[in-house]
């Protein structure tokens, strides 16, 4: 279990940059362009550039961080998959990232004596 989660955090961190990219950049062209604001704008910019970088980044951690520490990488994957769901929702772009980080932070905490001597210590 420890490796399914490794794995799905990691895949959920890369497919997370693409759509942290995204939501990034389209907070700066909303802020640089006023035109561009007719298309939409986020309700909480600041908060949306906040987790396009922080929710990658705690997914591909929580990833490298499942076999050693299960624990930690588990709640580092939930609070990637939390942080999506917060600032983007749960659409067409997020919801293998949210997907794949919920069910590796899940996978990660469960894993206990069956795949390591101990549980997360």
């Not at 389209?26 to 600041?46: D, H, I, K, Y």
């Not at 919801?95 to 101990?118: H, Q, R, S, Y």
């Amino acid at each position: 279990m420890r490796n399914a989660a490794a794995i799905l955090g990691i895949i959920a961190g890369i497919m997370g940059i693409f759509v942290g990219l995204f939501g990034y950049g389209w907070v700066s062209l909303t802020n640089e362009v006023p035109e561009a604001s007719q298309l939409g704008m986020f309700e909480r910019p600041g908060f949306v550039q906040f987790a396009s970088f922080a929710a990658p980044l705690a997914c591909i951690a929580g990833g490298a961080m499942a076999k050693a520490r299960a624990l930690w990488g588990g709640i580092a994957l939930l609070i990637g998959a939390g942080l999506f769901y917060a600032a983007f929702g749960f659409n067409v772009a997020t919801m293998f990232p949210i997907g794949f980080a919920g069910l590796g932070g899940i996978l990660a905490i469960a894993a206990g004596k069956p795949d390591e001597d101990v549980a997360h210590f």
